[in-house]
T-cell receptor
Framework: AQKITQTQPGMFVQEKEAVTLDCTYD???????LFWYKQPSSGEMIFLIY??????QNATEGRYSLNFQKARKSANLVISASQLGDSAMYFC????????FGAGTRLFVKA | DSGVTQTPKHLITATGQRVTLRCSPR?????VYWYQQSLDQGLQFLIQ???????AKGNILERFSAQQFPDLHSELNLSSLELGDSALYFC??????????????FGPGTRLTVL
């Protein structure tokens, strides 16, 4: 069965610094996707970035990049130049036959 | 605004009762997903519908059921409610083109409180 693991329940980062949120997955599907969503305290779910398993290059969207290492089954989210507004819950997800989310990482950005 | 609407925003009911949550997907999106977010279980995938047909099933209890109507809106029915069903229920929609993952656009959620 597919599984997503986020091992960091909470993380602190200084404003303007980069931070990496870890995500590992387990699957036997030949084709799949990995993605990240942000959930601020307001509760909405905001799509950040997507990586397909056959994509040759790591996905980037503005300050967000996905460090995809297929052999290690990891899909870490890198946020560059953190901003106070980045403080939120971040969910890693797996998209295949079913959609599965990890437990989430709460990020705190310090001024 | 994602374009996905959910009603009601808040729902307070008693144990043993039945409720219906409603979701209207973004215009043109054929797929609808339902998720349950609770403090102890995280964000759990419940079920997906594509163009009126059930496509994938996750951790959905037998007391729960869903359907997608011809106009593509979807309803999630929760019956014999228990205290543990208190959660935020999200609906999401996607275009579902070509079998590849499409970004899921989430609605604002329905906060269900079972007393």
């Amino acid at each position: 069965a597919q599984k997503i693991t986020q091992t960091q329940p909470g993380m602190f980062v200084q404003e303007k610094e980069a931070v990496t949120l870890d995500c590992t997955y387990d699957t036997s599907d030949p084709s799949y996707g990995l993605f990240w969503y942000k959930q601020p305290s307001s509760g909405e779910m905001i799509f950040l970035i997507y990586q397909g398993s056959y994509d040759q290059q790591n996905a980037t969207e503005g300050r967000y990049s996905l460090n995809f290492q297929k052999a290690r089954k990891s899909a870490n989210l890198v946020i560059s130049a953190s901003q106070l507004g980045d403080s939120a819950m971040y969910f890693c997800g797996y998209g295949g036959f079913k959609t599965i989310f990890g437990a989430g990482t709460r990020l705190f950005v310090k001024a | 605004d994602s374009g996905v609407t959910q009603t009601p925003k808040h729902l307070i009911t008693a144990t043993g009762q039945r409720v219906t949550l409603r979701c209207s997907p973004r215009s043109g999106d054929l797929s609808v997903y339902w998720y349950q977010q609770s403090l102890d279980q995280g964000l759990q995938f419940l079920i997906q519908y594509y163009n009126g047909e059930e496509r994938a099933k996750g951790n959905i209890l037998e007391r729960f059921s869903a359907q997608q109507f011809p106009d593509l809106h979807s309803e999630l029915n929760l019956s014999s409610l228990e205290l543990g069903d208190s959660a935020l229920y999200f609906c999401a929609s996607s275009a579902e083109s070509g079998g590849r993952f499409d970004e899921q656009f989430f609605g604002p959620g329905t906060r269900l409180t079972v007393l």
